[in-house]
């Protein structure tokens, strides 16, 4: 069974940084692209990023020049690297892995931006 798991969510300050890590239980080349989508309280689940296999990405107007998304092949594992965060940015936040006839998800991790 195919597994997702996000690791490196916490309480943060505003204006600081955060990598979260989500690695898989097969290889990143399986999927058609992996990404990171959140959800805050009272609100619908949306895209933050993706990485297809060609090493393309695709950043939300509300993440470009704060996110980073990045892979690391051998380990089978993507990561997003948040700089400046802000309140908005609480949610919890999931991996995804998609491939033709199949969508995965992680169970999520907890960001919380707060003074």
């Known amino acids: 069974q195919v597994q997702l798991v996000e690791s490196g969510g916490g309480l943060v300050q505003p204006g600081g940084s955060l990598r979260l890590s989500c690695a898989a239980s097969?290889?990143?080349?399986?999927?058609?692209?992996m990404g990171w989508y959140r959800q805050a309280p009272g609100k619908q689940r949306e895209l933050v990023a993706r990485?297809?296999?060609?090493?393309?990405?695709n950043y939300a107007d509300f993440m470009k020049g704060r996110f980073t998304i990045s892979r690391d092949i051998p380990k089978n594992t993507i990561y997003q690297q948040i700089n400046s965060l802000k309140s908005e940015d609480t949610a919890i936040y999931y991996c995804?892995?998609?491939?033709?006839?199949?969508?995965?998800w992680g169970k999520g991790t907890l960001v919380t931006v707060s003074s």
């Open positions: 995804n892995g998609f491939a033709p006839g199949a969508d995965y």
């Open positions: 097969i290889s990143i080349f399986s999927f058609y692209h």
């Open positions: 990485i297809n296999m060609s090493a393309i990405q």
